[in-house]
Each structure stands twice: as C-alpha cells, then as structure tokens.
C-alpha cells in the first residue's frame, strides 16, 4: 500500500541512553514530516524536512533526511522519561491533500 | 488562533448501532480536513480527506462514510458497526498541501 515503513517497531531503552527511529519509502518524497504521539494522546508536529540531505535540531532530536529524499531519522540523544511515546513519520504525496503515515515506533524508556 | 473540537470523546456501541463522530475547526477558513483511525498499539490509517465542503474521498472502502455539510464541519458515520470498527477516531486539519498537519483530541469508539 500507500504506507511508510518504520523500524523498529518498538524499542524499550534505559533512561539516559540513545534512541532511533527510521522511516523509508519505496518513492522520491517531497518532504517529511514527524509527530509524536504520547500515550493516551493525539500525534503532535514536530518537524519537517524538506531539502535533500537536510539535518535539524531540536535539542536532544536530530532529525535527517536522506539524500536521495527517501529515508529519515529521528534521533534522540539521553532518553527522559517525558521522550515516552509513539513516534510517525508522514509524508504527503506531492499534488495531492494526503498524508500518509509511518507505521510508527513506539519507545519505552526505562528510568 | 486555530482550534480543532471533535465528539464525542468515548463511544461504546453495540454491533449494528449507527455511528456519528463530529469535527469542527475553528479559526481557519477552507481547511483539508481528515477522518484517521488507528487501532490499538497501531498506525494511523486515513480513512477520508476532503478538500472542500461536499469533497470527499475515500481511502479504504470499508464500513464508514463521511461527509462535510459546511466548510469546517467533518462528520464520520455508520450505519450498522462491526466489531472491527472499534479503535482511536482522529480528525485533522491542515491548509494547502504539504504543510503540518493538527489533530484533535480523538474519539474512542468501542463496539461491543
């Protein structure tokens, strides 16, 4: 189908350790978009990505997106307990109104 | 500044019961807006997006309906649920195409 393959699926870590997530499409993205969804809640912006190669910083978050426009990265540095949640990247395909979401990884931090 | 309100916040329905969520945005005019679901400790998958009052389209043929009567107004219907119709309901907004997307607080909907 239509969408965006995380990995992993889900990822339980220690508190104060390290933390990724990868999103991949089989197609050229326009541009990339990542929510965070805590539990209980509704997916909430974080960034976008837009520009080949491109890398933001949103203090722990590194956010990166591939050269070739079909891959991303979040990536956290010293997981909190507050980095709990589900993590999607989405993508809106070019000339259209749809935004189609990642699977999703949702992390677990073990303080 | 832009609010999204959906309703109602917790639904428990038995099988073969009609459904209607409702999603009004504040604060913006001719919004795209969305009807998402997501499982339980699953994606989102979109169900319906429209771009305009009485636009709709639909994403996966399935058990639901959606209509717009009015530019900010989302309404998601049923007519007789399923069991697998239950899940998280998330209405979105957005404006013009690849800018961000905001959701509202979502509904539960449990079919018993």
């Known amino acids: 189908g239509q969408q965006v393959m995380q990995i992993p699926q889900y990822q339980h870590v220690q508190e104060g350790e390290d933390f990724t997530t990868y999103c991949n499409s089989s197609?050229?993205?326009?541009?990339i978009q990542w929510y965070k969804q805590r539990p209980g809640g509704h997916p909430v912006f974080l960034i976008q990505l837009v520009k080949s190669g491109e890398v933001k910083k949103q203090k722990r978050l590194t956010f990166q997106f591939g050269e070739a426009k079909k891959n991303s990265s979040l990536h956290i540095t010293a997981t909190q307990t507050t980095d709990v949640g589900t993590y999607f990247c989405a993508k809106s395909t070019s000339g259209t109104y749809k935004y189609i979401f990642g699977t999703g990884t949702r992390l677990k931090v073990l303080a | 500044s832009q609010t999204i309100h959906q309703w109602p916040a917790t639904l428990v329905q038995p099988v073969g019961s009609p459904l209607s969520l409702e999603c009004t945005v504040e604060g913006t005019s001719n919004p795209n807006l969305y009807w998402y679901r997501q499982a339980a400790g699953r994606g989102l998958q979109l169900l319906f997006y429209s771009v305009g009052i009485g636009q709709i389209s639909s994403e996966v043929p399935q058990n639901l309906s959606a209509s717009r009567p009015q530019d900010r107004q989302f309404i998601l219907s049923s007519k007789k649920l399923l069991l697998s119709d239950s899940g998280f309901y998330l209405c979105?907004?957005?404006?013009?195409?690849?800018?961000?997307?905001?959701f509202g607080e979502g509904s539960w909907l449990t079919v018993v």
């Open positions: 197609t050229t993205l326009s541009n």
């Open positions: 979105a907004w957005s404006l013009g195409t690849g800018n961000t997307i905001y």
